[in-house]
C-alpha cells in the first residue's frame, strides 16, 4: 500500500523554525523525485521545493529561498522540510508529493503519488 505522510506542523511564532517530514511507504522511494507544496484554503497549491530523486538537485520557490531547505534520506525513506524564520504568510497545509522520476521535466509535472499534509500555523 503506497503512503506517504507528512508530520511536524503546528503552531510556531513568527521567527520561529520547523522541520517537516513525509514518511513514504510502499514503493522505491529513491527512485523518486519528491515535491512539498502548501495550500491555503481559497487558493490554489503551491510548489515549495522539489527534489530529485538521488537528493543532488534541489529547487526552492522564491518566497523560501535562504529559509526553507528540502532534503531526502533515501535509507530512511524520509522527506523533509526545513523552515525557519517563519512569517504568518507561511501558514498553510503542506503537503509531499513523489514522482517515479530522476527529476520533473517541468514546473507542471505532476506527483504520481501524494500525502494528506500537515497544518503549520504561524502567529503570535
Known amino acids: 500500500q503506497v503512503q506517504l505522510v507528512e508530520s511536524g506542523g503546528g503552531l510556531v511564532q513568527p521567527g520561529g523554525s520547523l522541520r517537516l517530514s513525509c514518511a513514504a511507504s510502499?514503493?522505491?522511494?529513491?527512485?523518486?523525485?519528491a515535491t512539498w507544496y502548501r495550500q491555503v484554503p481559497g487558493k490554489g497549491r503551491e510548489l515549495v521545493a522539489r527534489i530529485s530523486s538521488t537528493g543532488a538537485t534541489t529547487t526552492v520557490a522564491p518566497f523560501g529561498k535562504g529559509r526553507f531547505t528540502i532534503s531526502k534520506d533515501n535509507s530512511k525513506n524520509i522527506l523533509y522540510l526545513q523552515m525557519r524564520d517563519l512569517e504568518p504568510e507561511d501558514t498553510a497545509v503542506y503537503l509531499c508529493?513523489?514522482?517515479?522520476?530522476?527529476?520533473?521535466?517541468?514546473?507542471?509535472?505532476?506527483?504520481?503519488?501524494w500525502g494528506q499534509g500537515t497544518q503549520v500555523t504561524v502567529s503570535s
Open positions: 508529493g513523489a514522482k517515479n522520476t530522476w527529476w520533473y521535466a517541468s514546473p507542471r509535472d505532476e506527483d504520481d503519488y
Open positions: 510502499g514503493f522505491t522511494f529513491s527512485n523518486y523525485a
